[in-house]
């Protein structure tokens, strides 16, 4: 298990994460969001002790990363997919960390079969496309068969087939009992993958919750009603006390409504009803209520007053590498 407790990184005046304290949960998908300069990499890296913290802790399986004798099998990372010497074949890249780690040979031609790159094993990764890289990241990942697995940004470079295989490896990894860590801005990946969410801003907590209660809580809900009798609809709502606003394609939308009840109530008014469904944000809409007040970085617009954070990416254009 992956634990925070008052986790804080300082970069001179600039707070990257402050008291940050979760846990991340056995058995399921957790993704890990915020917007740019969130401090979301640097506290990747806190966890695998590459940045050391100004204070608080972070531990795996109640232990800092430095004291596992053997890492690779307790916690696997990619995140970034280009630390490769240039020259390694991806054979050797991956026997050398196997051999650090006393992890039997055998297991490189595995994990080299589960991300398709055994066609490859003797290709130096200098020549790797951005997917092949990550799907070479990946299979260091899972080299020690860890009961931990974190990903930053794993279906980047990836083509729709190597999309649908990383979604369905890391949902397979959950489905075994295992902690499965993953940060990503493809809000609509995320709401296919994930089932729980750590949510900050400006290195804050803001949520750490299961997705459907992240989309309850950040977004409006209605029921959406379409029907050739448009007035009899208004007038039996009204007598009910729901308040219909124009939707798209002659619909109307009723927010906060019941389902069940407008059903009921239109069948005994003798409204004929051609749509009745349930409408609900997504992710990326609940992500941005969530967040509105935590964004550093806008298009039109320079650094917030808080200034930039070792996470930022200046403009929007710009791909963050948090």
């Known amino acids: 298990m992956i634990e925070l407790h008052e986790l804080t990184k300082r970069y001179g005046d600039t707070v990257a994460v402050d008291r940050l304290s979760f846990q991340v949960p056995q058995g399921v998908v957790t993704g890990f969001l915020g917007p740019n300069g969130a401090g979301k990499s640097t506290t990747m890296r806190m966890i695998l002790d590459l940045d050391h913290p100004t204070s608080g802790r972070v531990t795996i399986d109640g232990k800092r990363y430095g004291q596992l004798s053997e890492p690779l099998k307790y916690i696997g990372a990619l995140l970034e997919a280009k630390a490769v010497h240039p020259g390694r074949t991806a054979y050797d890249h991956l026997l050398w960390l196997a051999q650090s780690n006393r992890i039997p040979r055998g ?69 075994e009992g295992r902690t499965v860590f993953v940060s990503s801005h493809l809000m609509s990946e995320m709401a296919l993958t994930a089932d729980h969410l750590v949510v900050i801003g400006r290195g804050r907590l803001l949520a750490n919750l299961s997705m459907a209660e992240f989309i309850k809580q950040n977004s409006r809900s209605a029921v959406r009603v379409r029907t050739p009798h ?93």
């Open 107 to 175: 297991r490189v031609d595995e994990v080299l079969a589960l991300v398709g790159l055994t066609g490859v094993a003797k290709k130096r990764s200098r020549g790797f496309s951005l997917g092949m890289g990550q799907r070479l990241g990946i299979a260091s990942a899972l080299l020690g068969d860890p009961e931990i697995v974190m990903f930053d940004e794993p279906v980047n470079g990836l083509d729709p087939e190597g999309i649908l295989w990383i979604r369905n490896l890391m949902k397979g990894l959950a489905s």
């Open 230 to 322: 448009v007035e009899q609809l208004l007038t039996a709502l009204h007598s009910a006390g729901l308040n219909a606003v124009p939707g798209p394609a002659a619909s109307y939308e009723i927010e906060d409504g019941d389902l069940a009840h407008i059903g009921e109530l239109a069948a005994s008014h003798g409204v004929t009803l051609h749509e009745l469904s349930p409408q609900q944000a997504s992710l990326e809409e609940a992500f941005m209520q969530m967040t509105a007040d935590s964004v550093q970085y806008q298009a039109g617009g320079g650094p917030s007053p808080a200034g930039p954070g070792p996470d930022a990416a200046w403009g929007t254009g710009w791909k963050e590498k948090s």
